[in-house]
């Protein structure tokens, strides 16, 4: 039997588990470029405490959790706020219908919340972590992830509500 060092711990370890984390990344940024780079930054640091974080019981929610604050602490950066993130839509673009477009309605509403709120609903709802466990990745108390919940579902209910009601009707 061949004892695996902690570079083949990790190498397994992100193996498995990137593509969770880039489906995590891409839902707090709504973009696949960026999400790749989270990911990327993410690892790095999972890398340089490799040794420390292998122990951990609950490495899954350790790995979220250097994710999302490495999404929260790019949101504060100056450069984060000069920069545009509007995508232009590619000429010829086909038009969307059935649930394809309800996906990219929700992604658009999730984009438009705040990144704390963001985070809060992508963790609770996406990742079906409870209360306690979307505090303990967010650093902050569960009535501070209540009132994020709530405000955030609140803020995506308005935003798609017009969208549902004309697509409901429309298909009628």
Request: hydrophobic share 40%; net charge neutral.
């Amino acid at each position: 039997m061949v004892k695996q060092t902690h570079a083949d711990e990790f190498t397994a370890y992100v193996a498995s588990r990137v593509g969770w984390l880039r489906k995590v990344a891409y839902l707090l940024c709504a973009d696949w470029h960026r999400a790749d780079d989270l990911v990327q930054e993410s690892i790095t640091k999972l890398y340089v405490q490799w040794s420390r974080v292998s122990r951990v019981e609950n490495l899954d929610g350790y790995a979220r959790k250097v994710l999302v604050n490495t999404f929260l602490a790019e949101q504060r950066t100056a450069w984060w706020r000069r920069t545009d993130r509007t995508e232009v839509p590619a000429d010829g673009a086909m038009p969307l219908t059935g649930d394809l477009e309800a996906a990219l309605d929700l992604q658009q509403a999730l984009t438009a919340l705040p990144p704390r709120q963001r985070a809060t609903v992508v963790l609770r709802y996406y990742c079906d972590l409870s209360v306690d466990q979307t505090a303990d990745a967010l650093g902050c108390s569960p009535g501070n992830v209540k009132s994020q919940s709530a405000r955030g579902l609140e803020a995506l209910r308005r935003s798609l509500a017009p969208e549902r009601l004309a697509f409901s009707e429309g298909a009628a």
